[in-house]
Nanobody, 125 residues
Framework: QVPLVESGGGLVQTGGSLRLSCAAS????????MGWFRQTPRKERQFVAG???????YYADSVRGRFTISRDNAKKTLLLEMNSLKVEDTAVYYC???????????????????WGQGTQVTVSS
């Protein structure tokens, strides 16, 4: 498994930007599908973005064009650049790893076997 630690959350105004980081330790990282999810108190954990070992990226419709996921395998780091933030982006954001797959990026939280502790992102109007 790939222990994960997120950082970079905080408070930002509508239209602002934040960058989330996820530091991974252990193995494997480069061969694991990695993803970002978010959760609010009244909703289930939702897929935000995912990236496979080849660097192919996938996004939820609600964030496509505003968010960018990337990975640095040498540094074992996953990033999420968030621009043009909206109030509805407010949530706890989680980094996740699916070490069972290298290419297929699932949008289902249950398919990911390792999770970080989460980082709060709050967008004010």
């Amino acid at each position: 498994q790939v222990p994960l630690v997120e950082s970079g959350g905080g408070l930002v105004q509508t239209g602002g930007s934040l960058r989330l980081s996820c530091a991974a330790s252990g193995r494997p990282f480069s061969s694991a599908v990695m993803g970002w999810f978010r959760q609010t108190p009244r909703k289930e954990r939702q897929f935000v973005a995912g990236i496979n070992e080849s660097g192919t990226t996938y996004y939820a419709d609600s964030v496509r064009g505003r968010f960018t996921i990337s990975r640095d395998n040498a540094k074992k780091t996953l990033l999420l650049e968030m621009n043009s933030l909206k109030v509805e982006d407010t949530a706890v954001y989680y980094c996740a790893a699916d070490s069972s797959h290298s290419h297929y990026v699932s949008r289902a939280a249950n398919d990911y076997n390792t999770w970080g502790q989460g980082t709060q992102v709050t967008v004010s109007s």
